[in-house]
């Protein structure tokens, strides 16, 4: 088992958990409910159109997409694109400074 990711590849949940079990010598099966918690309350508080800021990693919030033109990649006809929203992640001072270290 990995606890860094290097070179390009992805934590997936799995090592995320068995990585925070080791961190906090939790049980994994007391990590993955805490961790869905966690998605779950995040999941609601944005679906409600709330924000949700852990200060020093950073803010969950939804923003909002106009509708707009676009064009079709195969046909070139232009076509309407409708308004939407998309949880979007702002990362934190801390954690910047944190992933820019040498």
Same mark, same amino acid.
């Given at each position: ?12 949940? =799995?090592?995320? &958990?068995?990585?925070? #079990? ?9 990590? @993955?409910?805490?961790?869905? *918690? ?20 950073? =803010?969950?919030? &939804?923003?909002?997409? #106009? ?9 070139? @006809?232009?076509?309407?694109? *409708? ?20």
């Amino acid at each position: 088992m990995r606890t860094t990711i290097r070179g390009g590849n992805t934590m997936n949940k =799995t090592e995320l &958990v068995a990585a925070m #079990a080791k961190e906090t010598k939790l049980a994994k099966k007391d990590v @993955e409910a805490v961790l869905k *918690s966690f998605i779950d309350v995040v999941s609601d508080e944005l679906k409600k159109g709330e924000k949700v800021q852990l200060v020093g990693f950073g =803010t969950f919030e &939804v923003s909002k997409r #106009a509708a707009r033109e676009g064009r079709n990649p195969q046909t070139g @006809e232009t076509m309407k694109i *409708s308004a939407s929203k998309a949880p979007k992640f702002k990362a934190g001072k801390a954690l910047k400074d944190l992933v820019n270290e040498e």
